[in-house]
């Protein structure tokens, strides 16, 4: 498919030489992307995402692999062995290619989840069908079953099935070998079957080959594709993992049909001799465990078919050798605890800096300016904020930046990439990571999106406190594309940024025009703004050039300028994405024709791509991918879409009936040439090799919504789609992801309702990171009543038909903790108060069991306080009586259960201290030891509060101010904890002035009341229970003080039925 004397073909006989991979501390060199940024090819060559290895997480740690076979060129090998020996072959070529050094195999020791393997299977085609409908039905089955059992998801790579009638000797052979790459990309060596007997397999005409695979793959005239397979995943590099099964050939003179031998022989006797030849390099370069024989006898023929059996030994070997090869690389005792939260979110977000981050073309100054704004000391202290155009690099910008701010020991590094990972969009998760990479201590993190909101910037002035004090000069912080972030509470208007940056700090942040933008600009601190600018001409060219050598192409003057003088050929991704159509061009006559009409802009650009891949490639399957990305809430896993494109019709079809409920997937070839196409477009999710595909760049996503879901009829229809996929789904994870979602987009109430009330789905929203959105769902089904209601109706009918036991007590606790969270007491003291006599009933007194409700009642009666104006609620008394028998209850079990140092059981004591001013200095003395200034501040407020009758009124003056000190540096001002510090503080000068009549302790309480007032309106809302009690308060206290036109406005934003008094 060269381009003739216009895009001519280029001999390169460098191939890809990767650089070692060093600690993300020291040097670390990025993965490719699909901009500016290039890897090193002898320091020239750019790697596009089209064809570029995407390394699994494996191969960043530890040192990349240098194939001998990728750097050689077998046609040179053999054009020199020729000129000494004008007769030789390729045979005589291919061992020159095999690795000098011996194959190792590093055992995963380290790993905590799930991990894709990739079992590709290779042979010829019609005579090995009874072997692979054996493989299908009794053998991968069973090495599924036994991967599953230690978080290895097993893929069959089976291409021989699918490939399309009309497909091309390109897409072919690239259908195949790519798989192979991806094999390899998985696992450095390819887990590998390769089945022989008495076929060599089809033999590809020269001029049918583009020269692009011959140079990349070293294809010589003469090898079949089932050889070529072999040389490039198991032979040139010595792979042990590979397993040859050679079929003896005594069955083969019981055939009778003359037209079924010819299927099962060869008849040519080049190919007869090659694979002879190829047979016996496989078994004088593998060792016998490598290479098995097996025998197999004819059954029947019939219907043009031969039916062999006797193949359970054929399918025992294959077991045994891949369980074994297996059991190396991924030790079952390797796989430890599960990997938490903060580590998985860190690794997926530093996979996607080395995608991001390699060379730089272009970008010199850029890079200057973020590194100047971090070294050096400025005359006022800013953000750094990148702007510019989708797809001008920004991202690469922002990563290429972040790895040069690593190697500086200097520095603590924060870096997000919002959009890049599932969950990486929403603000909770971002300013979570944020706390748990950066504050001294996870201990008094915000438990909700509006809490972590109000506290980040005292957050960020902490951390860069808490760096400086391990050793650091700065903290750096990188936020990529913060308009993509999901607008929860008022994360948008961007009060969560700090309103002004402390010595240390540095904050860098990209985003494109719209709220975010105005918001920076808008915001206490003025951001310097570095304009990311279309790349200049020179470097335009430079990317064409790089781009295409990868294929052997390149272009004329005429073209070449024709092509970088477009309005859009300054955004590297346009660049990117019109080199990758024009190299597929060919017809040589018309590529300066193509380059004339190329749309000038990114999005139109895209959109040619699109309908020209689902040409080439099977419009429905291509459509449909697009689709479901598209819809899907965090992308879709590689079996899920295999599955989902198996559904009827595969695409939009406003006339035909649709059917959501197959249980099918399309062909592993059938797929692997979808993927061949729109491989340029996606970007796997996730470091373990089972992440999610999603779009490499949002501006692919434009284009589908543009395209293909272009009305509401259309989006309903793949939203239903998803729903009813995801309904069937047995991975409780991926359901409580998207299931609920889909509902909501299509305003499903009904059936939102009956998800929610799942156990398996509330215990998997009921997370730290999800609670708010299941609140949220809650909301918009009708509020916190109905929850309460449905829930409580749900638990009686469940516990009917279920055995009481520890999985019901759990899903009961959930619930009642739940319940407590949304301020719905009432049922939550309904379940609570039942499981703990069950828990009391099975497991006896003071049980571990019964830790978690018993604090959640504490925790409600605390909860339920903070509702009352004091003394005036006749509630006040019963609920203060409660909470003490529960603070009792909860001091028992929790000082038997816990270390007398825990700072679970310190919060516990705080809380209860509430009740009872005995467990205040234990918790003080838990947290003091902890230096846990959070915990200190709860103490210390309620010993204020407790000590509010103290003859020296010094001493509650001191805990209050204490508390107040450390709220502020703990929480900020916009928290619970600092309001109920007011508050308290507020309410020990009314007492005193009750005794004393001192018009000044009025003054001050009324001053500490507003304060409260103001923070409670502020974040929990003017009709939230607390903050109506808090403007009672006031109220009162003004109306003492006879400053009425206060208290009347006060009095006409107080509800109708206050319960507060």
Same mark, same amino acid.
């Given at each position: 498919?060269?381009?003739?004397?216009?895009?001519?073909?280029?001999?390169?006989?460098?191939?890809?030489?990767?650089?070692?991979?060093?600690?993300?501390?020291?040097?670390?060199?990025?993965?490719?992307?699909?901009?500016?940024?290039?890897?090193?090819?002898?320091?020239?060559?750019?790697?596009?995402?089209?064809?570029?290895? @995407?390394?699994?997480?494996?191969?960043?740690?530890?040192?990349?692999?240098?194939?001998?076979?990728?750097?050689?060129?077998?046609?040179?090998?053999?054009?020199?062995?020729?000129?000494?020996?004008?007769?030789?072959?390729?045979?005589?070529?291919?061992?020159?290619?095999? #690795?000098?050094?011996?194959?190792?195999?590093?055992?995963?020791?380290?790993?905590?989840?799930?991990?894709?393997?990739?079992?590709?299977?290779?042979?010829?085609?019609?005579?090995?069908?009874?072997?692979?409908?054996?493989?299908?039905?009794?053998?991968?089955?069973?090495?599924?079953?036994?991967?599953?059992?230690?978080?290895?998801?097993?893929?069959?790579?089976?291409?021989?099935?699918?490939?399309?009638?009309?497909?091309?000797?390109?897409?072919?052979?690239?259908?195949?070998?790519?798989?192979?790459?991806?094999?390899?990309?998985?696992?450095?060596?390819?887990?590998?079957?390769?089945?022989?007997?008495?076929?060599?397999?089809?033999?590809?005409?020269?001029?049918?080959?583009?020269?692009?695979?011959?140079?990349?793959?070293?294809?010589?005239?003469?090898?079949?594709?089932?050889?070529?397979?072999?040389?490039?995943?198991?032979?040139?590099?010595?792979?042990?993992?590979?397993?040859?099964?050679?079929?003896?050939?005594?069955?083969?003179?019981?055939?009778?049909?003359?037209?079924?031998?010819?299927?099962?022989?060869?008849?040519?006797?080049?190919?007869?001799?090659?694979?002879?030849?190829?047979?016996?390099?496989?078994?004088?370069?593998?060792?016998?465990?490598?290479?098995?024989?097996?025998?197999?006898?004819?059954?029947?023929?019939?219907?043009?078919?031969?039916?062999?059996?006797?193949?359970?030994?054929?399918?025992?070997?294959?077991?045994?050798?891949?369980?074994?090869?297996?059991?190396?690389?991924?030790?079952?005792?390797?796989?430890?605890?599960?990997?938490?939260?903060?580590?998985?979110?860190?690794?997926?977000?530093?996979?996607?800096?080395?995608?991001? #981050?390699?060379?730089?073309?272009?970008?010199?100054?850029?890079?200057?300016?973020?590194?100047?704004?971090?070294?050096?000391?400025?005359?006022?202290?800013?953000?750094?904020?990148?702007?510019?155009?989708?797809?001008?690099?920004?991202?690469?910008?922002?990563?290429?930046?972040?790895?040069?701010?690593?190697?500086?020991?200097?520095?603590?590094?924060?870096?997000?990439?919002?959009?890049?990972?599932?969950?990486?969009?929403?603000?909770? #998760?971002?300013?979570?990571?944020?706390?748990?990479?950066?504050?001294?201590?996870?201990?008094?993190?915000?438990?909700?999106?509006?809490?972590?909101?109000?506290?980040?910037?005292?957050?960020?002035?902490?951390?860069?406190?808490?760096?400086?004090?391990?050793?650091?000069?700065?903290?750096?912080?990188?936020?990529?594309?913060?308009?993509?972030?999901?607008?929860?509470?008022?994360?948008?208007?961007?009060?969560?940024?700090?309103?002004?940056?402390?010595?240390?700090?540095?904050?860098?942040?990209?985003?494109?025009?719209?709220?975010?933008?105005?918001?920076?600009?808008?915001?206490?601190?003025?951001?310097?703004?570095?304009?990311?600018?279309?790349?200049?001409?020179?470097? @335009?060219?430079?990317?064409?050039?790089?781009?295409?050598?990868?294929?052997?192409?390149?272009?004329?003057?005429?073209?070449?300028?024709?092509?970088?003088?477009?309005?859009?050929?300054?955004?590297?991704?346009?660049?990117?994405?019109?080199?990758?159509?024009?190299?597929?061009?060919?017809?040589?006559?018309?590529?300066?024709?193509?380059?004339?009409?190329?749309?000038?802009?990114?999005?139109?650009?895209?959109?040619?791509?699109?309908?020209?891949?689902?040409?080439?490639?099977?419009?429905?399957?291509?459509?449909?991918?697009?689709?479901?990305?598209?819809?899907?809430?965090?992308?879709?896993?590689? #079996?899920?879409?295999?599955?989902?494109?198996?559904?009827?019709?595969?695409?939009?079809?406003?006339?035909?009936?649709?059917?959501?409920?197959?249980?099918?997937?399309?062909?592993?070839?059938?797929?692997?040439?979808?993927?061949?196409?729109?491989?340029?477009?996606?970007?796997?999710?996730?470091?373990?090799?089972?992440?999610?595909?999603?779009?490499?760049?949002?501006?692919?996503?434009?284009?589908?919504?543009?395209?293909?879901?272009?009305?509401?009829?259309?989006?309903?229809?793949?939203?239903?789609?998803?729903?009813?996929?995801?309904?069937?789904?047995?991975?409780?994870?991926?359901?409580?992801?998207?299931?609920?979602?889909?509902?909501?987009?299509?305003?499903?109430?009904?059936?939102?309702?009956?998800?929610?009330?799942?156990?398996?789905?509330?215990?998997?929203?009921?997370?730290?990171?999800?609670?708010?959105?299941?609140?949220?769902?809650?909301?918009?089904?009708?509020?916190?009543?109905?929850?309460?209601?449905?829930?409580?109706?749900?638990?009686?009918?469940?516990?009917?038909?279920?055995?009481?036991?520890?999985?019901?007590?759990?899903?009961?606790?959930?619930?009642?903790?739940?319940?407590?969270?949304?301020?719905?007491?009432?049922?939550?003291?309904?379940?609570?108060?039942?499981?703990?006599?069950?828990?009391?009933?099975?497991?006896?007194?003071?049980?571990?069991?019964?830790?978690?409700?018993?604090?959640?009642?504490?925790?409600?009666?605390?909860?339920?306080?903070?509702?009352?104006?004091?003394?005036?609620?006749?509630?006040?008394?019963?609920?203060?009586?409660?909470?003490?028998?529960?603070?009792?209850?909860?001091?028992?079990?929790?000082?038997?259960?816990?270390?007398?140092?825990?700072?679970?059981?310190?919060?516990?004591?705080?809380?209860?201290?509430?009740?009872?001013?005995?467990?205040?200095?234990?918790?003080?003395?838990?947290?003091?030891?902890?230096?846990?200034?959070?915990?200190?501040?709860?103490?210390?407020?309620?010993?204020?509060?407790?000590?509010?009758?103290?003859?020296?009124?010094?001493?509650?003056?001191?805990?209050?101010?204490?508390?107040?000190?450390?709220?502020?540096?703990?929480?900020?001002?916009?928290?619970?904890?600092?309001?109920?510090?007011?508050?308290?503080?507020?309410?020990?000068?009314?007492?005193?002035?009750?005794?004393?009549?001192?018009?000044?302790?009025?003054?001050?309480?009324?001053?500490?009341?507003?304060?409260?007032?103001?923070?409670?309106?502020?974040?929990?809302?003017?009709?939230?229970?607390?903050?109506?009690?808090?403007?009672?308060?006031?109220?009162?206290?003004?109306?003492?003080?006879?400053?009425?036109?206060?208290?009347?406005?006060?009095?006409?934003?107080?509800?109708?039925?206050?319960?507060?008094?």
């Amino acid at each position: 498919m060269g381009c003739g004397a216009s895009m001519q073909n280029r001999s390169n006989t460098n191939g890809y030489i990767a650089s070692e991979k060093k600690p993300m501390d020291q040097s670390q060199d990025g993965r490719t992307h699909k901009t500016a940024v290039v890897n090193s090819k002898n320091s020239k060559s750019f790697k596009n995402p089209a064809v570029t290895s @995407r390394m699994s997480s494996m191969r960043q740690k530890d040192a990349q692999t240098i194939r001998k076979w990728e750097q050689s060129d077998i046609r040179k090998i053999l054009q020199d062995k020729r000129t000494s020996n004008p007769d030789c072959n390729f045979w005589d070529a291919v061992d020159e290619l095999i #690795s000098d050094d011996a194959p190792v195999v590093l055992p995963d020791i380290k790993r905590k989840q799930w991990k894709t393997v990739r079992l590709f299977i290779s042979s010829t085609f019609k005579d090995m069908n009874c072997e692979r409908e054996y493989l299908v039905k009794s053998v991968v089955p069973v090495l599924r079953q036994w991967c599953d059992e230690r978080k290895l998801r097993l893929i069959e790579c089976d291409l021989r099935w699918g490939v399309p009638k009309d497909a091309d000797t390109r897409e072919t052979l690239m259908a195949c070998l790519s798989e192979i790459d991806r094999c390899r990309e998985e696992n450095e060596f390819p887990y590998f079957l390769c089945m022989l007997s008495e076929r060599y397999g089809y033999v590809c005409d020269d001029e049918t080959v583009p020269d692009d695979i011959k140079t990349k793959y070293n294809w010589l005239p003469g090898m079949s594709v089932t050889a070529l397979e072999i040389f490039t995943g198991a032979y040139w590099d010595k792979n042990p993992h590979a397993l040859f099964m050679l079929r003896s050939p005594k069955f083969v003179p019981k055939i009778q049909d003359e037209a079924i031998l010819k299927a099962f022989v060869e008849t040519n006797q080049e190919s007869i001799d090659s694979l002879q030849t190829l047979k016996n390099k496989i078994k004088n370069n593998f060792p016998p465990c490598q290479v098995k024989d097996y025998d197999c006898q004819v059954k029947e023929e019939k219907d043009n078919r031969l039916t062999l059996t006797g193949l359970e030994k054929f399918g025992k070997d294959i077991l045994e050798h891949f369980k074994k090869v297996l059991e190396k690389q991924y030790p079952n005792d390797s796989l430890g605890e599960e990997m938490t939260e903060s580590e998985i979110l860190l690794e997926e977000q530093r996979d996607f800096l080395l995608q991001r #981050s390699g060379v730089l073309l272009g970008r010199d100054a850029a890079v200057k300016t973020v590194t100047d704004y971090i070294t050096k000391k400025p005359k006022k202290d800013k953000l750094l904020l990148l702007a510019g155009y989708p797809g001008a690099g920004k991202s690469s910008l922002m990563a290429y930046s972040a790895k040069e701010a690593l190697q500086n020991k200097d520095n603590k590094v924060f870096y997000h990439f919002v959009g890049a990972t599932p969950d990486s969009t929403n603000p909770f #998760s971002i300013l979570s990571r944020v706390y748990r990479e950066c504050m001294p201590s996870e201990d008094n993190m915000p438990q909700d999106v509006e809490e972590m909101l109000r506290f980040a910037p005292t957050m960020f002035k902490t951390a860069t406190k808490a760096a400086q004090s391990s050793g650091f000069k700065k903290l750096v912080v990188f936020i990529d594309a913060l308009n993509q972030m999901e607008e929860e509470g008022n994360s948008a208007e961007l009060a969560w940024l700090p309103r002004e940056m402390v010595p240390g700090l540095k904050i860098i942040v990209s985003t494109l025009e719209g709220k975010c933008l105005k918001a920076l600009k808008n915001h206490n601190i003025q951001p310097e703004e570095l304009l990311v600018e279309p790349l200049n001409n020179d470097v @335009r060219q430079e990317i064409v050039e790089q781009i295409l050598l990868e294929f052997n192409k390149q272009l004329d003057n005429e073209q070449m300028s024709l092509l970088v003088e477009k309005e859009d050929a300054g955004r590297p991704l346009w660049l990117s994405v019109a080199c990758e159509e024009l190299r597929v061009s060919g017809d040589f006559r018309t590529l300066t024709k193509k380059i004339e009409t190329l749309p000038q802009d990114l999005t139109g650009l895209t959109k040619i791509v699109f309908e020209r891949i689902s040409k080439d490639y099977g419009e429905d399957f291509v459509v449909a991918t697009l689709c479901v990305l598209e819809t899907s809430r965090f992308g879709l896993m590689e #079996s899920e879409l295999l599955e989902l494109l198996a559904l009827k019709p595969v695409s939009y079809k406003k006339s035909v009936k649709t059917d959501n409920n197959s249980n099918g997937k399309i062909s592993m070839a059938e797929w692997a040439y979808v993927y061949l196409g729109l491989k340029t477009f996606l970007r796997p999710c996730g470091t373990s090799g089972e992440g999610r595909l999603d779009f490499y760049h949002r501006s692919a996503s434009k284009v589908v919504r543009q395209v293909y879901l272009y009305d509401e009829e259309v989006q309903r229809w793949w939203h239903q789609r998803l729903a009813d996929y995801f309904s069937r789904s047995n991975d409780v994870t991926r359901k409580a992801e998207e299931l609920p979602f889909h509902l909501y987009e299509l305003d499903n109430r009904k059936d939102l309702k009956k998800c929610l009330l799942q156990p398996d789905m509330f215990l998997q929203l009921y997370q730290e990171k999800t609670k708010l959105q299941l609140m949220k769902y809650w909301q918009y089904i009708g509020g916190y009543d109905i929850a309460a209601k449905s829930y409580t109706k749900f638990l009686n009918d469940y516990s009917k038909n279920v055995t009481e036991d520890k999985e019901l007590y759990h899903l009961k606790n959930k619930l009642g903790w739940f319940l407590v969270d949304i301020g719905e007491y009432d049922a939550a003291i309904e379940i609570l108060e039942v499981l703990l006599e069950q828990l009391e009933n099975e497991f006896g007194n003071a049980s571990r069991e019964s830790a978690d409700p018993l604090y959640a009642m504490l925790t409600l009666c605390y909860r339920r306080g903070m509702k009352f104006v004091y003394g005036n609620n006749p509630l006040t008394r019963s609920n203060r009586q409660t909470g003490i028998v529960y603070s009792r209850r909860c001091y028992d079990v929790f000082t038997k259960h816990f270390d007398k140092n825990d700072n679970k059981l310190g919060e516990v004591l705080s809380i209860a201290g509430y009740f009872n001013k005995e467990y205040l200095e234990e918790a003080e003395h838990i947290f003091k030891k902890n230096n846990n200034g959070g915990g200190l501040a709860v103490v210390y407020f309620m010993l204020g509060g407790k000590n509010q009758y103290n003859t020296d009124m010094n001493v509650p003056i001191n805990y209050f101010e204490k508390s107040l000190a450390l709220c502020m540096s703990s929480y900020g001002r916009l928290s619970l904890h600092p309001a109920r510090c007011y508050q308290l503080y507020a309410q020990m000068y009314w007492n005193r002035w009750i005794k004393n009549d001192n018009e000044e302790y009025l003054e001050i309480s009324i001053g500490h009341y507003l304060s409260e007032n103001e923070i409670l309106m502020e974040i929990l809302g003017e009709n939230h229970p607390t903050t109506v009690r808090s403007r009672q308060d006031c109220i009162i206290v003004l109306t003492k003080l006879g400053r009425m036109d206060e208290a009347n406005k006060l009095i006409a934003m107080q509800p109708a039925n206050n319960v507060s008094v």
